[in-house]
């Protein structure tokens, strides 16, 4: 049975990296087959679409559609991808940014304060209607918004914005209501874990972080 596990947090908390360690540690160490996905997947027809919703060049900005419908799109990348993939003879399926961001960041944005938050109609949409596979568990990477801010101006060029940041990274205020999202989910889900990524208001090294994951996926895996 393959255990997924998907690696989430606000935008510059090194998802990327903790997956890629996650990776080698699997399958170097402990010989593992272990298959990759992240998203959204900016190739393809409903990821090209998230990306020129998040940068604003199809001229309708992200931060304008309303969040059920920005939650379908995401959706809808993910229903895309798992539709042909086989997954079947992978122990392990790390997958960068999940289910669970799109529940945090369709209910942060600045048009959607004051409304009830989308966990329940995202989860019901993608792992009810769609079939999209459940999580074991969300590894959320958690650090203050300031310090990952600082790490998101480091990323450089993406193809989907260029140089620039998109349209949800520049919404003032939204990394940290997200943060707390996250954190707020831990407590209505069993199988969200959250990584502290910071000590003493300093971030703490690559292993380090990593020895946190590891430990919690030592009951998983």
Request: proline share 2%; with cysteine.
């Amino acid at each position: 049975m393959t255990r997924i596990i998907a690696f989430e947090g606000i935008d510059g908390t090194g998802k990327t990296v903790q997956m890629q360690r996650q990776f080698e540690r699997l399958t170097q160490r402990r010989g593992l087959n272990v298959q990759t996905l992240s998203f959204p997947m900016y190739d393809t027809f409903f990821g090209a679409q998230v990306g020129r919703l998040l940068s604003g060049s199809g001229g309708v900005k992200a931060s304008d559609v309303d969040g059920m419908s920005m939650a379908l799109w995401y959706a809808l990348d993910r229903f895309e991808a798992f539709r042909d993939y086989d997954y079947g003879d992978a122990d392990v399926l790390l997958i960068n940014r999940y289910v669970l961001s799109n529940a945090v960041y369709q209910s942060v944005r600045d048009c959607d304060l004051g409304k009830p938050d989308l966990l329940g109609f995202v989860l019901e949409l993608e792992h009810e209607h769609f079939r999209i596979p459940r999580a074991d568990a969300h590894i959320v990477l958690d650090m203050n918004a300031e310090t990952a801010s600082e790490n998101v101006g480091k990323k450089g060029f993406r193809d989907y914005v260029g140089d620039k940041a998109d349209v949800y990274e520049a919404i003032p205020g939204i990394q940290q209501r997200a943060r707390l999202k996250y954190l707020e989910y831990a407590d209505r889900m069993d199988n969200i874990y959250i990584i502290p990524c910071m000590e003493k208001n300093r971030l703490k090294s690559i292993e380090s972080i990593g020895s946190l994951v590891d430990r919690v996926l030592e009951d998983i895996i």
